[in-house]
């Protein structure tokens, strides 16, 4: 048991509509999501890179896949964290993003933590 807390991380999201920067009558709409990525495990470990999948309300989906997050390979020692807010487009005012953070421990140690599926949605306007 003790092995399976060696290679550990959670991953929180907390999602934002930008409308200052979408624009509705060209289907553009735009979205924050910060990220809070905690090493639970008990050996330190270097987020290496990226892999989201985005999937819009109309079936479009796209794949990113990259080094590091917005420039950087963080260092996490045990129960650490590291935050960090990006963004995307849709062209639609609902979709979801999932995907992986590529890890490697510091014996060497290569292990993926999974980002669950949570949803990117403009609020709803009242008039």
Known sequence: MAAAKRYECNVTVEVEFLPDQSDITLNRYAFAYHIKITNTGNV???LISRHWVIVEANGEKQE????GVVGAQPLLL????FEYTSGTVLNSP???MHGSYQMVAEDGTQFDVPIAPFILAMPRVLH
Do not use: D
Request: charged share 15%.
């Open 78 to 81: 045990p129960n650490s964290h």
């Open 44 to 46: 330190t470990a270097q």
């Open 64 to 67: 990113v896949k990259g080094l």
């Open 94 to 96: 609902m979709g979801e």
